[in-house]
């Protein structure tokens, strides 16, 4: 048997002749008309910067310009420390006594300042809170103040103020004060002595002048630019223009506006009586009223205003009575009685004490001990 050399094609049919030979080295991709046929962008880098064709960037940063709607005048604040230069501070922790609740209450956390008044040479403690810089201790230092430690500690001291101004109005406080190290609190009693040494003596200090009036910043500050504002009439703050002619300053000084408001409800007048329509005024002075508490064992203040002597000719009596400023509430209603006797607090010529088995100043009788601090020593023995 012969074999056959020639070469059979799939399946046994006979080779017709093809082979990937003669497609080797060929673009099978070429275009007919055109034998260089490439893909768009061979050879190009794939994360190249693309080319600068003029048209807008949107990852540029666009100029845009706002003009404010509203000019704002820059105001000078005042801290009320500009006359005053610093002679201590330190950063500590102050505590003041809540006589209701029997113990003591953290004011705030802050440094604590002595400063001393460059013109009256007068220093105070001033103290305000971290971060919102609130006044929680704001009194002067006199020379009967005392600052004593606290039991059982090297490193705060405890102090009694009859007029704090923290809150704005003078208030008594019992306060005290907490710092890091003893060696702190050392130095700060060091400073505080020597500013109550150099504090001078009352009525010798030189009066100080009035600064300035100046106008208060108000909603008049948005019509600066022109421009109408809301809320920009009412907030406008008038200054009276200097009267360049003498003879007529007298005028503008005395000159009262024509000015009628007629009511548009008519009350009728109602006549009130105090109660005092028969008695006749053998004393008064203005003084502060004080009742002990016995269920907290503590002098506690009842009021501020004038007490008075009141006489009845009709019935030969006498009673103390005693109003509350502004509000008028009764604060001491009762009368004086044979048995009833007015003693001074020891050691103080100034603070008057007694009891009385029907006061009337609630509306109802009870028994109240009471204590009247004058001003004066006089005003104490006039009473």
């Not at 105070?124 to 609130?134: E, F, G, Q, S």
């Amino acid at each position: 048997a012969v074999v056959s050399t020639q070469s059979t094609g799939g399946f046994g049919a006979p080779s017709s002749g093809f082979s990937f030979s003669s497609v080797t080295g060929t673009n099978i991709f070429a275009d007919k008309g055109n034998s260089e046929f490439k893909f768009k962008g061979t050879g190009a880098s794939l994360f190249s910067k693309p080319a600068d064709t003029g048209d807008d960037n949107p990852e540029k940063e666009a100029d845009v310009q706002f003009e404010p709607l509203v000019q704002l005048t820059k105001v000078d604040t005042k801290s009320g420390e500009e006359d005053d230069s610093e002679v201590y501070k330190h950063r500590a922790k102050l505590f003041r006594f809540d006589g209701d609740a029997n113990m003591w209450k953290e004011r705030g956390v802050g440094d604590m300042r002595i400063l001393q008044d460059k013109l009256t040479k007068k220093s105070r403690l001033l103290m305000r809170r971290d971060i919102i810089l609130k006044i929680c201790c704001n009194h002067l230092i006199t020379k009967t103040m005392e600052m004593l430690p606290n039991a059982g500690s090297d490193k705060s001291l405890v102090w009694f103020t009859s007029s704090d101004y923290a809150e704005g109005e003078p208030k008594a406080e019992r306060l005290a004060i907490r710092f890091k190290t003893a060696a702190i609190c050392q130095s700060f009693l060091e400073a505080f002595t020597k500013a109550k040494d150099e504090s001078p003596a009352p009525g010798t200090t030189p009066e100080k002048k009035k600064p300035p009036t100046e106008s208060v910043p108000s909603f008049g500050i948005l019509a600066a630019s022109g421009e109408k504002a809301p809320f920009a009439a009412l907030g406008t703050t008038t200054k009276a223009s200097p009267v360049k002619e003498s003879g007529l300053r007298d005028e503008t000084d005395n000159y009262e506006p024509d000015v009628q408001f007629t009511p548009l409800v008519s009350l009728e007048k109602v006549e009130t009586t105090s109660g005092t329509e028969d008695e006749e005024t053998k004393f008064i002075h203005r003084c502060k009223l004080y009742r002990f508490d016995k269920d907290s064992s503590q002098w506690k203040e009842r009021g501020l205003g004038d007490i008075s002597v009141m006489w009845n000719k009709r019935a030969g009596k006498a009673r103390i009575l005693m109003r509350r400023e502004q509000v008028l509430k009764i604060c001491c209603n009762h009368s004086v009685t044979p048995e009833m006797k007015l003693a001074f607090k020891e050691g103080s010529d100034k603070f008057l004490m007694w009891h009385t088995f029907a006061d009337f100043s609630d509306g109802e009788q009870k028994f109240e001990q009471l204590a009247a601090r004058f001003k004066t020593a006089e005003a104490a023995s006039g009473f």
